[in-house]
C-alpha cells in the first residue's frame, strides 16, 4: 500500500483558513491581554500610558492569580492565541510567571514590548519559552528622533540593544512604528533599517484619542493626506489597498454595529479584568474579576454583536464606507458614543478614493462619481 500524502501548510495559510472556517461560530479564538497600563517611556501618542510607579494603576491591576485564572478560562473557552501587550508589560514583576503559564497552556503568545527593558535573562527566558512572535515598536532612525517620541532619554538605545538581544537568540521578532509628526520623515530609514536585519516591517498611521478622552494625543496625527501619501509611497501598502478595493468595493452593506471579527473571535482584556469586544471599544465592558470568562464571552459580548446600526445612522449611505476605519471604538473615544462619524477618518476615505481614482471633488467639495 503505497504512502497517503498529507499536504503541508504553512502557519499562514493553515490561519486563514481556519479562521475562514469558525468566523460565524463564536469561538473565542484569539484574545488581547494588557498586563499593565504603566510604562518607563511617556510616547506622546500613546493612548493608555501611565507612570511606571503610579501607586493607584498599581493597586487597580490584577493580581496574577487573577490573570492566570481568566486565561486558564479563556483557553477553556476554545482560545489558542493570546497577546500580551501593555503599557510595557515587562514592567509587571510577575511576568514570566504570567507568560509561563500561558505558555504551558499550549497557547500561542505573540508579545508587544517598546523593548527597552529587554536584558539577557529576560531575552534568556524568551529563547527557552519561544513565543509565536515578539514586536517591538520603533519610533525613529536616529536618538533624536525616537526620544523626541518617547520623552524617555536613553531609551533608544535601551531599545536597539534590546533588538539585538533578541536577534542574538533567533528570536521571532518584528519590527513596527506609528507614524505621527514627529517622526514621519523617518519611516522609510525605519523600514530600511529593519530590512537590513531580515525582519518584518510595518507601521501604522492611525492614532486615537486616549482612553480617558484626553485629546492630547491628537497633536501628533498626521494629516489625512499624509496617511494617504504613505500607503501610496509604500509598495506593499499600495498593492494590498488595490487588492482589498478590487475585493471589497460597494459590499459594506452589513447592518451590524460590529461586522468585524471582534466579538466573533476575538476579545480584549483590559489590566483590571474588564472584557470588551476589542481594545479600543471599551464604553461597554464585563468584569471578569467575579464571573467566568465562558459566561461573559457568551451573554455579553454576544449581545454586543446582535446590536444594529441606528436608521439615521450617517455612514449608511456613504459609497466609500468600505474605505473607512470608522467604527464604534473610534466614535466612543471621539465622541462618546457608538456612531457619531469621526471627520477625521472621513477625510482620510474621501482622500483614498480620489487617490484611487473613485472620485473626483471640485471646488465646491461635492463628490463626483468616475
Excluded at 47 to 65: I, L
Excluded at 144 to 166: D, F, M, W
Excluded at 173 to 179: F, H, P, R
Aim: charge should be neutral; proline fraction near 4%.
Amino acid at each position: 500500500m503505497g504512502c497517503v500524502g498529507i499536504q503541508e501548510l504553512g502557519h499562514g495559510q493553515w490561519s486563514k483558513e481556519f479562521h475562514q472556517r469558525i468566523f460565524n461560530q463564536r469561538i473565542p479564538v484569539e484574545g488581547s491581554l494588557e498586563l499593565t497600563f504603566r510604562c518607563n517611556n511617556n510616547c506622546v501618542h500613546c493612548y493608555c500610558n501611565q507612570p511606571v510607579d503610579d501607586a493607584s494603576e498599581k493597586n487597580r491591576e490584577m493580581d496574577t492569580a487573577t490573570i492566570k485564572r481568566i486565561i486558564g478560562e479563556a483557553v477553556d473557552a476554545g482560545c489558542l492565541w493570546i497577546l500580551l501587550t501593555g503599557g510595557e508589560p515587562l514592567l509587571r514583576p510577575d511576568f514570566k510567571e504570567i507568560y509561563l503559564y500561558t505558555k504551558k497552556k499550549g497557547v500561542l503568545i505573540t508579545l508587544f514590548t517598546n523593548g527597552t527593558l529587554i536584558n539577557d535573562e529576560i531575552a534568556d527566558f524568551l529563547a527557552q519559552w519561544r513565543p509565536f512572535s515578539i514586536e517591538i515598536t520603533l519610533y525613529g532612525a536616529t536618538q533624536k528622533t525616537y526620544e523626541a517620541v518617547t520623552r524617555n532619554p536613553g531609551s533608544y538605545r535601551q531599545c536597539i540593544q534590546g533588538i539585538e538581544l533578541l536577534l542574538a537568540r533567533n528570536l521571532p521578532l518584528k519590527l513596527k512604528t506609528v507614524a505621527i509628526r514627529q517622526n514621519v520623515h523617518e519611516i522609510p530609514l525605519i523600514k530600511s533599517y529593519a530590512g537590513r536585519l531580515g525582519l518584518d516591517f510595518r507601521f501604522d498611521s492611525m492614532i486615537n484619542t486616549r482612553l480617558d478622552r484626553d485629546k492630547s494625543s491628537l497633536s501628533a496625527r498626521l494629516p489625512a493626506e499624509d496617511v494617504v501619501r504613505l500607503d501610496l509611497e509604500d509598495e506593499e501598502r499600495l498593492r494590498a489597498w488595490k487588492e482589498f478595493i478590487d475585493k471589497y468595493a460597494g459590499k459594506s452593506d452589513s447592518d451590524r454595529l460590529y461586522p468585524c471579527a471582534a466579538g466573533n473571535n476575538s476579545f480584549h482584556i483590559d489590566p483590571y479584568g474588564n472584557l470588551s469586544i476589542c481594545s479600543i471599544a471599551r464604553k461597554e465592558s464585563c468584569s471578569l474579576k467575579a464571573g467566568g470568562f465562558e459566561d461573559a464571552w457568551r451573554d455579553f459580548i454576544g449581545r454586543l454583536k446582535e446590536k444594529t446600526l441606528s436608521p439615521n445612522n450617517k455612514c449608511r449611505e456613504c459609497e466609500f464606507s468600505f474605505l473607512c476605519d470608522q467604527c464604534p471604538g473610534w466614535a466612543q473615544l471621539e465622541h462618546g458614543d457608538d456612531e457619531t462619524p469621526v471627520d477625521y477618518l472621513c477625510q482620510i476615505a474621501r482622500k483614498r478614493a480620489e487617490a484611487f481614482g473613485l472620485y473626483t471633488v471640485t471646488k465646491n467639495t461635492d463628490a463626483h462619481r468616475l
